[in-house]
Structure formats: C-alpha cells, structure tokens
C-alpha cells in the first residue's frame, strides 16, 4: 500500500522583548538559575499580570508578514495543567481568539516548485520553566528563569507532505522571525523549537489518520531525523496489524528514536477558560498601521530585487538573502567594489568559509563589509590578482590591517607593466628552449606550463591576463 504523510508544525518562538510578557523581569539568556522570575511569573497572592505592548507589536508584524487576519479583540486564557516547571499551575496562553488568524508562507520545494502552506493561527504565551536533569542524580532540578519569557506559537495547517518539506517550513519562518527582528532565532538556547504533529494515511484518503505529537525539536536535523523515524514506525504499526494511539513522544537524537512520553491531551483537558486578571486585547487600524511602518523588506521581496539590481542567479540571491544581516552585508560590499557577482562570489566563498572555519558570526568577523569591499575594489582595478586577493584576504583576517596596509607591506602590487612582463617571458623561453622546440612543434598543451613559469618568476604578481597575451603573442612569434 502507498502511504502519504501528513505533517503541521507548532513553532514556537520567543519574543526578544527585554522584559517578560506580563511582568517587567528580565528575559536575558544565562543567568544564574532562578534569579530572574519576579512574583508575577510565579503567580504569588497579590500579583496581576500586565501585558507588555512590545511583545503585541511583535506578533502583530509576524501577522503582516505572513499575510494574515489581525485579530481586533482577542483574549488572554488560563491552560491548566501540573508540571514542576510550571509554577502557577497554568499558563497564560491564547485559545479561542488568537491574536493573529489564517495567513500563509510559501516554500521552495526540493524540485524549485513553490508550495503555499497555511498558517492556522499565531497567539501569544507565556513560556514555562526548565526541568534540568543533568547534574542531578535521582533528582529534577527547576530553573524558573523562562517562566514568563514571551512566546509566539505558528500553528501551521497539516499541508507538509514529508519531512523535508517540514524542515523548508521550519527554515523559512526561522528566517523569517530574524528577518523582522522579533526573535534572535537561537535554536541552542531554546528561542526557536518545534512540535510535530505527524500522521499517515493510505494515499488518495481524505480523513486524517491517527497523529503523534513530537515535542521540543530544537535543530533542523533533528526535526527531519524525528518525522521520518515516526512515520516508518506508524506505517509498520499499520501494516503488522496494530493502530497508531494519540500520543505525545520524545525524539532522542543518541538513539534515533521517538519514544512515548504520555498520552495526548484534548483541549478540554486543559480546561482553558478566560484570565480574569486580563482584560480583552483590542488592537485598532491605527496601531496595525503602525506596524506595519516598522516592516523591513522582507526576505522573499529582497530575494527578487536582488536578482533583478544585481543580476544574481535565482540561487545566489536565495543564499544571501537567507539572513537579513548577510543580505545586508552583500549590499554594502557589491556597492563598495562595483561588482556585484564578484562581491557575491567573495561573500558566499571566502568570507563564509573563513566565518565557518573561526566559528563566528557575522557581527564579530574581523573583516567588515567595507574592508571586504576594499579589498575587491582592489581586484576590480588590477592592482592585485584575485589569487593574491586570498593571501591579503587571509592578512586582514588576522589582523594585519586593511587591504592596501597589507598590500604595501607585503609587496604583493600586481606587475602590469608589459615591458616588465615580456622581460620575465623571453628569460623563461630562454631557459626552456626543449619545451619552446616542442611548443613551436605543435604540441600546444605546453602553453600552460610557460603561463605558470611565467607566474612562478613574478611570484603570482603578473596580471594574468598580460600575461596571456603577451606570452601567447612572443611563443607564435
């Protein structure tokens, strides 16, 4: 029997608001466990909740973004459950009224294609604590500094068909939430996870089969790793005979396995009703229109004003506009040098392999855009080679200044004097008379080895393409 795979995604995103969502605590990753979670987030007698405004903006711009309905009223409820790390014994989250509703993101599939998935809804939470377990030997620590962290949960329609198409979602919105600056997009830290809700069913049936909820897949990897292990454990529960039970697991990326965590919750058993500390959330047309001032170009629109200004493949444009502060970077670079493609070769090229091989991000390389712009402009008026460009590339990565600093230092100016080069060709005949014998004889391969004698006596300095045209011109002579 063919099987067809059925996939959403609940992606959860926390807001980079510099206080929590309903108290003025501290968000700031790393502190010492417990010493950011104020009364409020605690829920302690007395207390009420007050919502903070940056994390409405936050979500109302997500909302833009993905073309979505901005809800005008929406209303704040208790979800009630026990978990150590929960310690009001609820969470204030979003249920019936959520503050964005229907909306869609495109994605490129594997075959170029471009596929629309439907974003059911995005409301806004608060974030629970941290159960740790390592350290703690019969025990469970309790960190309770997320406690109150704001959250956006991205409730995708089951439109993902495998989980490769799951991960081009994932990806997009991750892109997408850096793009609009409303989170940092930290996949280690916990500030960019998922859940899977995965299911099978005999292809060409309409009713949905059985789903699993996979919870707090925290890397691209391991949410196509975890998907594609829970479908073939679905289908041959299915075959063999058994049926899938409405459940939630754990992936364990150590074993390759999902494994049963406990049996999926309705929303009746949350029993979600509305926070009475919390009045209705009403957001006007003036407000969204606010907004909506604020939005940067977004990462689809610049990915098509790059192909169109700087005459970039469909692909290169893709890879530079895959994060707003890279997309940036190019720009300063290819209107520094002049050179668009040659500033997205260097950028996608040298400087991203340089950045990968130093493990650093883009705002601590230690070549800016202006210097690497510097350096191309170099190239682009023949006083270097694009070969020597590496070396003086590699300098100014360690430090030794700009590009003209290193190539005074270094002495590695370009020789572009013709009278100089054709001095450096008829010694280089001159001391290989047999090859000249057999080039003149036809034997025309040989040319390259007289270009890289050529080189070798300049030390790579010679302008390349002097060299092959005064050389070609000397060896026909």
Not at 71 to 87: C, E, G, H, I
Not at 115 to 120: A, E, H, L, N, Q
Not at 216 to 240: K, M, W
Not at 348 to 376: Q, T
């Amino acid at each position: 029997m063919e099987w067809e795979t059925v996939i959403g995604l609940e992606i959860h995103a926390q807001l980079n608001t510099v206080s929590k969502i309903f108290s003025g605590a501290p968000t700031a990753y790393g502190a010492e466990p417990n010493r950011q979670a104020c009364p409020v987030d605690l829920g302690m007698p007395g207390v009420l909740p007050v919502l903070n405004q940056g994390a409405v903006e936050r979500a109302v711009m997500l909302g833009l973004a993905i073309n979505a309905e901005i809800t005008p009223r929406s209303v704040f409820a208790r979800k009630n459950y026990f978990y150590p790390d929960l310690p009001k014994g609820y969470q204030i989250s979003q249920f019936e009224l959520p503050i964005v509703g229907l909306g869609y993101l495109d994605i490129e599939l594997e075959d170029g294609t471009i596929k629309r998935v439907g974003v059911t809804r995005a409301h806004l939470e608060e974030d629970a604590g941290k159960s740790l377990h390592e350290g703690f030997e019969a025990m469970t620590g309790i960190d309770l500094n997320r406690a109150g962290t704001p959250l956006i949960e991205i409730v995708s329609e089951p439109e993902l068909r495998s989980a490769k198409e799951a991960v081009a979602y994932m990806k997009k919105m991750h892109s997408l939430v850096r793009y609009l600056d409303i989170c940092d997009g930290n996949m280690q830290e916990g500030s960019f996870r998922c859940d899977a809700n995965v299911s099978v069913r005999p292809k060409g049936q309409t009713e949905f089969g059985t789903r699993a909820e996979l919870k707090n897949l925290n890397s691209f990897r391991f949410v196509e790793r975890a998907i594609n292990f829970e479908v073939e454990r679905q289908i041959d529960l299915i075959e063999g005979g058994g049926s899938v039970v409405q459940e939630t697991r754990l992936y364990d990326p150590d074993r390759d396995e999902t494994r049963s965590m406990r049996s999926k919750e309705e929303a009746n058993d949350y029993r979600y009703f509305p926070d009475p500390d919390l009045l209705p959330l009403v957001v006007d047309n003036a407000f969204i229109d606010s907004v909506r001032e604020k939005l940067p170009e977004l990462p689809d629109a610049k990915r098509a004003r790059f192909v169109e200004q700087y005459g970039l493949s469909d692909y290169d444009a893709g890879v530079l506009t895959a994060a707003r502060d890279m997309g940036d970077f190019y720009e300063v670079v290819a209107a520094g040098c002049g050179a668009p493609k040659l500033a997205a070769n260097w950028v996608m090229g040298e400087f991203s392999a340089a950045m990968n091989r130093s493990e650093v991000e883009l705002a601590d390389a230690p070549v800016n855009a202006e210097g690497l712009a510097g350096l191309l402009a170099r190239i682009q008026d023949e006083t270097i080679s694009g070969k020597i460009a590496k070396e003086v590339f590699e300098a100014m990565w360690n430090g030794e200044g700009d590009a003209d600093t290193v190539i005074a230092a270094k002495g590695l100016k370009q020789i572009t004097d013709t009278s100089a080069i054709d001095t450096i060709i008829d010694e280089v005949m001159a001391n290989n008379p047999q090859q000249l014998e057999q080039y003149r004889g036809g034997k025309d391969k040989l040319f390259g080895f007289f270009v890289g004698q050529v080189m070798k006596a300049t030390q790579g300095k010679a302008n390349p393409a002097q060299v092959n045209e005064r050389l070609k011109s000397k060896l026909d002579g």
